[in-house]
């Protein structure tokens, strides 16, 4: 007997992910740099720990986290790479962190004082990445800040307390080839190694997220933090050789046929024009698809792209499949690569006016199976 599909299914294309990060390490790696495979958010839903082995087996050298959690993590399950953390809650224990090898950020004098005293109380020497503020205005030392901050951190160094790997940065507008912003951020980037060099330390730097790493190779510099594009999402607008990694799918679940004139879905905000055949699918808000999709989402169905009627509900849409019979159980692909014309998570976020890294971050579901798929 065969197994029942799941109701909802994100399937990972762990191959696709491969080529993607082959493309964007190749690409640093002509420049001299190494790559970081950013896999926060739990791989941006696409599941960190997989996604961190099969990056480190296509090219990537180094792991990004949010939290300490996060890489605490990967530890755990045998990762051994390089794994850097970058923003925590005020408090927070780095001694864990610390035992197990995870380097830190440190963005003002006071981040860096919990990490050298959990330095101590670990018994190791932190490895310590410095982060200036050169325009995003989030984390990051602000400018006035940064030459005390350099100075703690080059003494702590130099006594044996601290070992400062880098010095790192943000770019707000990346995505936006020619924005001014970037060659600014750039500037104030090389003014702030400079004080770093200047006070005796020998830092690598590392400034350039996905998308500059593929539109600014002058901003490569030693090391960059891949994230969207390594999950086959662009950043930019032009057509890079990117590969979706994600496909959200279901199945049908009931069919029904309608007269003319009846209506569909909590409200009646939709009405058949024509006699109609429906088709069930059980999944919705709940499990991913949002709720102003109503009356503006296609699924991939029986070869064609039919439109989703009526309201999406908590746990299913309908699907109007005009004049066709389609059988209960029939796969349902909700957004993919696109590659048969079915709709994709960028198709959503255009749609939704958002982003398509908020759609497949959202993705991570109770309901939601993650399924992965890989030749190897």
Known sequence: ???????????VDLDALRHNVTLLAGRAAASGAATMAVVKADGYGHGALP???AALEAGATWLGSCSLAEALALRAAGVTAPILSWLEVAGEDYAPAVEAGVDLTASSVRELAHILGAGQRAGRTPRVHLKIDT????????????????????????????????????????????????????????QAYDVSTA?????????????????????????????????????????????????????????KRIAAGES????????????????????????????????????WLAGRRRPVVGRVCMDQ?????GDDLVPVGEEVVLFGTGDRGEPTATEWANTLGTIDYEIVTGMYRPRVVRTYQAAR
């Not at 007997?1 to 399937?11: F, G, K, N, V």
């Open 199 to 255: 006070a005796g330390l020998r830092p690598l730097r590392h400034l350039a997220n996905s998308a500059a790493t593929l539109d600014r190779p002058d901003l490569h510099f030693d090391l960059v933090r891949v994230g969207i594009a390594m999950y086959g999402l662009n950043p930019l607008p032009y057509e890079e050789d990117l590969r979706p990694v994600m496909t959200f799918r279901s199945s049908v679940a009931l069919t």
């Open 317 to 321: 849409i309908v699907v109007d499949c």
């Open 1 to 11: 007997m065969a197994a029942q599909p799941p109701r909802a299914e994100a399937i």
């Open 135 to 190: 325009g995003l205005s989030r984390n990051g030392c602000p400018v006035a800040e940064w030459p005390d901050l350099v100075e703690v951190a080059a003494k702590a160094q130099a006594d044996g307390h601290a070992e400062i790997v880098s010095v790192w940065s943000h770019l707000a507008c990346a995505d936006e080839p020619g924005h001014p912003s970037v060659d600014i951020q750039a500037r104030r980037f090389q």
């Open 51 to 53: 996604v961190a082995r």
């Open 264 to 299: 569909v879905s909590y409200g009646q905000a939709w009405t058949a024009g024509r006699d109609t055949n429906l088709a069930l699918v059980p999944v919705g808000y709940a499990d991913g698809i949002p709720r102003l999709l109503s009356g503006r989402m296609d699924v």
